[in-house]
């Protein structure tokens, strides 16, 4: 049996919509785009919605919507796949990073409070997996110390926090979420920023294409040629291909994350009397089960064995305080972050998609429960 670690979950409609897109002639942001942020926006609840070509952009242009400058410190746990910090970076900014709680994997918000100092400028909460960190606690910290809240929701559509959506929520200035291949909605590649502050939004809808103060949309479909360069700005819009993806991706949200949690709770169920740590979800919250992470104590190990067998496995993440060129830049040690290390050592990734068949999901439950220790 051959089972990738993921698989896109795409039928004849997003086929058929990508040629429809095709056919329009037109290939860039245009209708489509302008339809697919609608949708989404409605459908999360926000205020304001504003697609890019990745969560990355998302994520540099809200840092930049709140004003994020040179030597600014910006907390984000280690636990993350690297952009979240590389954002940072790019304003000649500080990523300090955080340690992680053992059983979700996300920021331990007992530790924020002692690394905020007067160069601090925001928080930024990754929702590991699609679980939603501890929200409330972010918020009372944030409002304490004058801090802006930028949730990294690369992996949290659909995910709610207390009944509400991850990307609605009021204690968060901006939200960005990825729709890349692997994520639980895929456009190819792509992101959207989801914010109740209009002036935000303003401010990364005009720096998402060179900082011109039209789209080229507008311009092109009888607005007239003439436009400003109001700031500085980046090439990060998407396309309309894309969006006609994720206008029928959306379509299939809830169904595709219900196809995920029927995975997760065939996983719970198999491993459930053995000695592998399984994933923990909090009870006033709900996971969009992008991840499903299991703890063993022979992590590479089981992965090499689980690849014999035909079986595709991850790891999520390396941590950020790891990664050489940020270990010798930022001089992060290792001995902070005693949690990221123990649980690195262990987690593996295995697939969940929906499409994965039940006598899928078996077989790897069966070669996982013989090669773990």
């Not at 926006?41 to 952009?57: F, K, P, R």
């Not at 900014?93 to 979700?104: G, H, Q, R, S, Y």
């Not at 994350?257 to 399984?278: D, M, P, T």
Request: proline residues 3%; aromatic residues 10%.
């Amino acid at each position: 049996m051959n089972i990738p670690f993921h698989k896109t979950y795409t039928t004849d409609d997003e086929i058929n919509a990508v040629v429809e897109s095709i056919r329009s002639g037109w290939l860039t942001m245009g209708p489509k785009t302008i339809e697919f942020e609608q949708k989404f926006n409605e459908y999360i609840g926000s205020s304001n919605a504003v697609s890019m070509n990745s969560a990355t952009a998302a994520l540099h242009l809200a840092l930049k919507a709140i004003g994020l400058k040179r030597g600014d410190e910006v907390i984000l746990p280690t636990m993350t796949f690297i952009a979240t910090a590389e954002v940072v970076t790019y304003f000649d900014a500080i990523p300090v990073l955080c340690d992680i709680e053992a059983n979700t994997h996300n920021i331990d918000v007992t530790k924020i409070e002692e690394l905020i100092t007067s160069k601090t400028k925001a928080i930024i909460p990754v929702h590991f997996a699609g679980q939603p960190c501890d929200m409330d606690e972010i918020y009372t910290i944030a409002k304490k110390y004058n801090l802006k809240v930028i949730e990294d929701a690369a992996h949290a559509l659909p995910s709610q926090y207390k009944g509400t959506l991850v990307g609605r929520l009021y204690g968060t200035d901006i939200t960005c979420f990825s729709f890349y291949a692997t994520k639980t909605l895929s456009t190819g590649e792509g992101g959207m920023a989801t914010t109740h502050n209009d002036e935000y939004a303003k401010s990364m809808k005009i720096n998402r294409l060179h900082g011109i103060s039209r789209d080229v949309w507008d311009r092109y479909s009888g607005g007239g040629w003439y436009y400003e360069v109001v700031d500085n700005g980046n090439k990060y819009n998407t396309t309309d291909i894309n969006a006609s993806l994720g206008i029928e991706q959306l379509k299939k949200v809830e169904w595709m994350r219900e196809q995920r949690a029927r995975v997760a709770k065939k996983y719970n169920e198999g491993f459930e009397n053995s000695n592998i740590i399984l994933p923990s979800v909090k009870n006033d919250r709900e996971t969009s089960w992008h991840l499903y992470v299991i703890k063993v104590n022979n992590r590479d190990e089981l992965y090499n064995k689980l690849k014999e067998n035909g079986i595709g496995a991850s790891v999520h993440f390396i941590p950020v305080h790891k990664h050489p060129y940020y270990k010798d830049k930022f001089e992060y040690k290792d001995e902070d972050f005693k949690v990221a290390n123990e649980l690195f050592e262990k987690s593996l990734s295995l697939p969940i998609y929906p499409s994965l068949t039940d006598e899928a999901i078996l077989y790897i439950i069966e070669k996982v429960l013989k090669y773990a220790k």
